[in-house]
């Protein structure tokens, strides 16, 4: 295993390290400064994340050893520590997992070059309007030698990538309308096609990038001091505190996360718990029948499309961002209004572990292992607490998140009772993940703190894991699924 190579021509490195950065007081700056002109950048946002205080996010790797050496792994490798790992440090094995797959997809040898991988990231995270995640790669494509022309927009970007476009725009709102036809236009276009392992690459790329989106924006994640959006020149509008305060975030902003406990929200994780301790019962008492559970199965699918995202308003992108994708109107639409519906998606029929997994691992060898693992983890990351309470069996609560995300794209476990969902998530919970998944630039702090008002933000974060992995998956589900079926 070792590490692509770039080309020769690479861009000066002019990512700043954060331990650069100085937070200084206006008192210190006036005095030092002044006579200089030199100009402070403050920060705009209080912490790696809007929705979470930064002192939890902080005080996290100063408990947790295996989370600080972690993060002086990944400031070594990268010369950073983006905000995105920090607010993952929450859970420790879960990012050693994912640095480790996003590492070996943008650094180690494999079938496409440097530069293609992180415009392909561009493009993916552009379809959300991602800004954070499209500046950071702009960063990185031009630090890898990639052709500043590129990006002017995607109509500046060779042919073959163009032809991405598609495949990109289908993915990230419904894959559910992926055929082979689609692949085979890639595979077969002449001097601008893709080979088998370049497309599977890209699809990974693709996919990994519209959930780690979906992650950004459900976590509320803000750019570092100095990306853009993530500093202003101004001075500080509040009197009583100085430059110093507000740059380490000492203010009063996270306010309302201390006071979310007191709202009478008091038996929110009794009343689930007593959920799940009745679900089980009646598992153990009576199982229903295969029709019984297809029938749930569809009601549940239809009642998710039901579901209104946030204010249903339009996101309109700005120039900066749309100009690295097609089709801008494009987007998740609410079927079931039109008479449309999502079709069935039977895991007995394609699933990861029987059919994905070894696709991906024999086009794109080491890459079906790290991604399987990675599902793993979030999927079975417990620690037996819900809220205060210990020795919790969270299995029931982790699966039916699970599922749910899987059964808005269409995708049916035969062995599941979808009865269980209305039971355990509600409608508040609902309209998060759905907003998320399918619509995440549309995510708001309200949302955010409308659902599990007992929990804990860590555990919050896991949710956000869950839903980020598992829609991963339910894309990649149909992209190899439409492969398999262009092979045969």
């Known amino acids: 295993m070792r590490h692509a190579v770039a080309p020769a021509e690479t861009v000066e490195n002019n990512s700043f390290a954060v331990t650069n950065l100085l937070k200084i007081c206006t008192h210190c700056e006036r005095i030092s400064k002044k006579d200089l002109g030199v100009r402070i950048p403050r920060p705009l946002g209080n912490g790696p994340s809007r929705f979470i205080p930064e002192k939890e996010i902080l005080q996290v ?107 990109n725009k289908i993915l990230a709102h419904r894959p559910w309308l992926l055929t082979k036809e689609h692949i085979e236009r890639l595979l077969k276009a002449e001097e601008h096609s893709w ?31 100095h990306c853009d959006g993530g500093h202003t020149f101004r001075p500080p509008s509040l009197s009583q505190y100085c430059m110093c305060d507000i740059a ?25 718990m007593e959920r799940m301790k009745q679900l089980q019962e009646c598992r153990d008492d009576e199982e229903a029948s295969q029709e019984e559970m297809a029938t749930r199965f569809e009601r549940e699918k239809t009642e998710s499309m039901l579901v209104v ?80 309470h210990k020795d919790v069996d969270t299995s029931m609560l982790r699966r039916a998140i699970w599922n749910y995300i899987h059964c808005m794209f269409g995708i049916r476990y035969d062995d599941y009772d979808y009865g269980e969902i209305n039971q355990l998530l509600d409608r508040s919970f609902k309209i998060y993940i759905k907003t998320m998944v399918c619509s995440p630039e549309k995510t708001t702090k309200r949302m955010y703190e409308s659902f599990w008002r007992q929990f804990q933000h860590s555990e919050k974060v896991h949710v956000n894991l869950l839903l980020m992995e598992a829609r991963m998956q339910a894309e990649l589900l149909y992209a190899l699924r439409a492969i398999t079926r262009y092979m045969t």
């Not at 790329?205 to 992650?215: D, E, G, K, R």
């Not at 690295?324 to 998740?332: A, L, M, N, Q, V």
């Open 61 to 167: 790797s100063k408990v947790d050893a295996r989370t600080q050496s972690i993060f002086e792994d990944a400031f070594a490798a990268l010369g950073r520590l983006d905000n995105i790992s920090l607010v993952m440090g929450f859970h420790p094995q879960y990012l050693e997992s994912f640095l480790r797959t996003q590492h070996y997809l943008l650094q180690m040898d494999g079938p496409l070059s440097l530069h293609y991988r992180h415009y392909i990231g561009i493009m993916a995270a552009a379809r959300h309007q991602c800004s954070y995640l499209v500046n950071l790669h702009v960063n990185d494509f031009l630090q890898v030698g990639g052709d500043p022309k590129w990006l002017n927009g995607l109509d500046e970007a060779p042919q073959k990538l163009q032809q991405l476009g598609e495949l």
């Open 195 to 225: 080979s088998l392992a370049e497309l599977i690459h890209a699809v990974v790329l693709l996919t990994h990038y519209h959930s780690l989106a979906s992650f950004t924006f459900g976590c509320g994640i803000t750019p570092e001091i």
């Open 248 to 272: 380490n975030g000492n203010s009063h902003a996270n306010h309302h996360d201390d006071l979310l406990g007191n709202q009478d929200m008091c038996g929110e994780v009794e009343v689930l």
């Open 309 to 388: 995202t946030a204010e249903d308003e339009e996101c309109v992108p700005s120039r900066d961002i749309s100009r690295h994708f097609e089709d801008p109107s494009y987007g998740y639409k609410d079927f079931s209004r039109r008479g449309e519906h999502v079709p069935t998606f039977r895991v007995q029929d394609y699933s990861w572990e029987d059919h994905g997994f070894s696709l991906v691992n024999r086009l794109y060898p080491d890459v079906g292992q790290m991604l399987d693992e990675k599902f793993q983890m979030a999927y079975n990351l417990t620690y037996n607490t819900m809220a205060t």
